[in-house]
């Protein structure tokens, strides 16, 4: 099955520091998703990415749909300490050769945040 | 309600015991999906329901594991004889029909531990 590799595992920052994290897949995704999950909450979604080399915001974070469909990134500037979370990458599992499964989602194993004021 | 709903919010059951967790999408969401997530691990998908089709079962991790989901609203979770490997947060999650069906919401989840 499709398989996403996320990467840190876990990052320690001081307040101010912009972040990086990045997800890899051995299978071409049509869409990137990327969310994040509070302590005792569930996940949020921050940013969803539909094309190859697409590159958007939403606020301090900017997420990049890799041109190869493989892999994707997210970058968070100015970190603060809300920021402290999960970041999981997504994408739908594919069921055919030009469908896709809405909602049924793979993650990426998580990001843990940590900022320090 | 204005968002997912599910209870409760924490079990802690005995082994060998059965528990149902319970999920209330958004009204008027289609689509209806049920994850694991074990302590520092990613989402694992369980079980898909979208409207009146047959559900997709096929992350199911064991036949212990079973889902109803009644009058295209409501849905159970159900676990029989429960194993202390079941012990997770489950998260129930919904999202309309469409392109826009990308964006799921999420449950605050329901926290299973099994003694």
């Known amino acids: 099955g499709q398989q996403l590799n996320q990467s840190p595992q876990s990052m320690f920052i001081q307040e101010g520091e912009d972040v990086s994290m990045n997800c890899t897949s051995s299978s071409i995704f049509n869409t990137w998703l990327w969310y994040k999950q509070d302590p005792g909450e569930g996940p949020v979604l921050l940013i969803a990415?539909?094309?190859?080399?697409e590159l958007t915001s939403n606020g301090r974070l900017t997420a990049q749909f890799g041109i190869t469909r493989k892999d994707s990134f997210l970058n968070i500037s100015a970190s603060i300490p809300s920021d402290v979370g999960i970041y999981f990458c997504?994408?739908?599992?594919?069921?055919?050769?030009?469908?896709?499964?809405?909602?049924?989602?793979?993650f990426g194993q998580g990001t843990i945040l940590t900022v320090h004021p | 309600g204005a968002g997912v709903s599910q209870s409760p919010s924490n079990k802690v059951t005995e082994k060998g015991k059965d528990v149902e967790l319970r999920c209330d999408p958004i009204s008027g969401h289609t689509a209806l999906y049920w994850y694991r997530q074990s302590l520092g691990q990613g989402l694992e998908f369980l079980i898909y329901?979208?409207?009146?089709?047959?559900?997709?079962k096929s992350g199911l991790p064991s036949d212990r594991f079973s889902a109803e989901r009644t009058g295209g609203s409501v849905s159970t979770l159900t676990i029989q004889r429960t194993q202390q490997e079941d012990s997770a947060v489950y998260l129930c999650?919904?999202?309309?029909?469409?392109?826009?069906?990308?964006?799921?919401?999420f449950g605050e989840g329901s926290w299973l531990t099994v003694v």
């Open positions: 997504a994408g739908p599992h594919l069921i055919n050769a030009g469908g896709t499964s809405y909602g049924k989602l793979t």
């Open positions: 990415l539909y094309k190859a080399g």
């Open positions: 999650a919904s999202s309309s029909r469409g392109r826009s069906g990308n964006t799921i919401y």
């Open positions: 329901f979208q409207g009146n089709s047959a559900p997709d």
